[in-house]
């Protein structure tokens, strides 16, 4: 997945439509998606503009503003109001570099089952557009239950 400001939305894009049992959209449908799961997540996000607010760093309209723009990164925030969007769990795993294993850093939507996306932050890089604070997020799995379905294909780089 690129990262070029959207790949969060990419990433969850791609982990719904598996969970859905339906094939990877092609990068121009991705693309589209991914826009339109942009403009779900901010219309939740103003929805619930009492509860979310008090943590922003910025001032929430102006947040509000930034986060429509297809090229500004998602973080935390975007993935909690993604769950809610899609009514399903979004888990967020990284690479522990001393073990070499996966690490659950956080969980969003958990109310809404056990059939999980499953986001693999690829720690912070650098970007043009953002400066070096940025999360990179790709799709890394699809946990069905009690049993993981892992698929080979981890969509960015380690």
Known sequence: IP??????FRAVVQGSCLIKGMPTPSESLQKKLADELRDKVVDELIKRRKDTEWY???KFDRY???MRKSYVWGGETELLMASHVLKMP????????KSSNLKIIAEYGQEYGRIDIRQLCNGY???PLMGSDNLHIGVLAVRQSTASVYL?????LL
């Open 64 to 66: 509000i503003c930034q």
């Open 3 to 8: 990262g070029d400001g959207s790949c969060l």
């Open 56 to 58: 922003l760093e910025d």
């Open 125 to 127: 890089e650098d970007s």
């Open 90 to 97: 979004i888990t967020v795993y990284m690479l522990d570099k």
């Open 152 to 156: 080979r294909s981890v969509l960015c």
